[in-house]
């Protein structure tokens, strides 16, 4: 799923890419993707796109008439830049903007259609998608403490919950946490001043540090590698292979639609964390369905 690094990068390449031009049609081939009735879609032909921008892991774009397109890519959105007029995928394709001199595709893997797209007149309309939670790179140390002592969860559920902290997904939780070297399953009323401290300085590191190198990646270009699973990655997707800290292997916990890896000598005190020990513990704590865990 696109997390703060990666919605930052397709934002920023969108207003450089597209910024001034007019939208002069929207295609939608997916009704099940629109979920907003009023304004149609269709309003937003003729307007001209000032920009995108990031809230939470949504997309914002912004037109000159107003109104607000907010999509939600969830886990196997895409969007691929090509020139105007490009066809739809026939079996991925959901949705195509074509604007004056480019097309935007918005596709999606698989068989069950999980992203979101709602048209909204304003931007005050469009905060009302946002869950509450703070955001993870503009956040002082201190409302990252009052945020996460809020309620007493385990950090992986913390990490990922919009409504309390926003822009952090399955993938760079497992990262952040690997760098402050602390159990996922830790509970956040337990952290020390120190703990949190080091929580909020390796939350900033990562996405910083990962934010930079895709960046550097896609250069002048449009992101056409969107991924949860990368090689430079310390423990996301590593499952079984050694930690390049300490070499031990990393493992992994699976809970309904969500995996997490970690060190068990760097994060757990050498303690393996079973699958069903962890199901238990996250019964009350973890939805059931990526649906719930992004409040869709």
């Not at 450089?16 to 002069?24: A, D, F, I, S």
């Not at 956040?139 to 822009?167: C, H, P, V, W, Y």
């Not at 423990?235 to 916990?253: E, M, S, T």
Request: proline letters at 4%.
């Amino acid at each position: 799923m696109p997390e703060l690094p990666d919605v930052t990068i397709y934002a920023e390449r969108l207003t450089e890419m597209l910024g001034g031009q007019v939208l002069e049609k929207v295609r939608l081939r997916s009704p099940f993707l629109l979920r907003t009735a009023d304004p149609p879609l269709s309003d937003l032909e003729g307007q001209r796109f000032l920009g995108a921008g990031r809230m939470q892991k949504r997309l914002v774009f912004g037109f000159d008439g107003g109104a607000w397109l907010v999509l939600h890519l969830m886990i196997a959105g895409r969007l691929r830049l090509h020139e105007r007029g490009a066809a739809l995928p026939k079996k991925t394709g959901l949705l195509a903007l074509d604007f004056s001199r480019d097309t935007v595709v918005l596709t999606e893997q698989g068989t069950q259609r999980r992203a979101s797209l709602h048209v909204l007149r304003s931007r005050e309309e469009a905060k009302r998608l946002d869950r509450g939670g703070i955001d993870a790179l503009a956040a002082s140390e201190s409302e990252f403490m009052l945020a996460l002592k809020r309620d007493n969860r385990t950090l992986k559920r913390a990490l990922t919950d919009q409504a309390i902290l926003g822009g952090i997904g399955n993938a760079y939780s497992d990262e952040l946490l690997f760098w402050a070297q602390l159990s996922p399953v830790r509970r956040t009323h337990s952290l020390t001043q120190d703990e949190v401290s080091r929580l909020y300085v390796a939350m900033r590191q990562t996405l910083l540090e990962w934010t930079g190198f895709l960046r550097r990646e896609v250069g002048a270009g449009f992101p056409d590698r969107v991924t949860a699973f990368r090689p430079e990655m310390a423990v996301h997707g590593k499952f079984d292979q050694p930690c390049r800290l300490c070499n031990a292997r990393i493992q992994r916990i699976r809970y309904a639609n969500s995996e997490t890896n970690y060190c068990p000598r760097c994060q757990t005190g050498g303690k393996l964390l079973a699958d069903r020990s962890l199901s238990r513990l996250l019964k009350g704590d973890f939805p059931k369905t990526i649906e719930e865990l992004e409040g869709v």
